[in-house]
């Protein structure tokens, strides 16, 4: 089955600076790669996905970049802030399964 | 607010229990998915109704069954509980059943099993 690996897996930056996590995926055949962030109490909520056609999806101060052939995928968040603290997940979608495979997360620190 | 509601929030109990969690997709949602988030094990993939029936199964344990009724809304129960069962349950959902389809995940219910 697809086996995904996230790193950091705690990353501490200055409010202001850039925070990139890193994910890389196992199956060839994966075509989907969302971002998720977990907020204390709370559950998962999508920020932002990016699927197999694309190379790169940004979103004001959020993107994310897809190598198929290195099979890794990356978050980038710019000039942070301190909302920006949380538990990020990176995932995947097998190309035979529906359901998504979650990296182990990394906790961001934007410190003030 | 995802739109996804779970209770309850917070659950404890005693080894050898059995307790029921409870789901309710956003409207129009037809797919529901129950996920585990333990410390050491992350977010785990149950299983997955959609419409109904049940659609995939992951690393869900035999003392755990779930169901998903007409009006949508599912449940998930665990039984002759144990120590490890600990842990923060997670509901999502999705329109279809697609696997590029977008999850909205409900706040969770923590278990605590004593």
């Known amino acids: 089955g697809e086996n995904v690996e996230q790193h950091p897996s705690t990353l501490s930056v200055q409010e202001g600076d850039s925070a990139v996590i890193k994910c890389t995926y196992s199956d060839s055949a994966s075509n989907y790669f969302p971002w998720y962030k977990q907020e204390l109490g709370k559950g998962p909520q999508l920020i932002i996905d990016?699927?197999?056609?694309?190379g790169e999806k940004k979103d004001q101060r959020i993107a994310v970049t897809l190598n198929k052939t290195a099979k890794h995928f990356s978050l980038h968040i710019t000039e942070t802030q301190p909302e920006d603290s949380a538990v990020y997940f990176c995932?995947?979608?097998?190309?035979?399964?529906?359901?998504?495979?979650f990296g182990s997360g990394t906790q961001l620190t934007v410190l003030p | 607010d995802s739109g996804v509601t779970q209770t309850p929030k917070h659950l404890i109990t005693a080894t050898g229990q059995r307790v029921t969690l409870r789901c309710s997709p956003r409207?129009?949602?037809?797919?529901v998915y129950w996920y585990q988030q333990s410390l050491d094990q992350g977010l785990q993939f149950l299983i997955q109704?959609?419409?109904?029936?049940?659609?995939a199964k992951g690393n869900i344990l035999e003392r755990f069954s779930a169901q998903q009724f007409p009006d949508l809304h599912s449940e998930l129960n665990l039984s002759s509980l144990e120590l490890g069962d600990s842990a923060l349950y997670f509901c999502a959902s999705s329109l279809s059943t697609g696997g590029g389809e977008k999850l909205f995940f409900g706040s969770g219910t923590q278990l605590s099993v004593l």
């Open positions: 990016i699927r197999s056609n694309v």
């Open positions: 409207s129009g949602d037809l797919s």
């Open positions: 109704y959609y419409n109904g029936e049940e659609r």
């Open positions: 995932a995947a979608v097998p190309g035979s399964a529906r359901q998504l495979t």
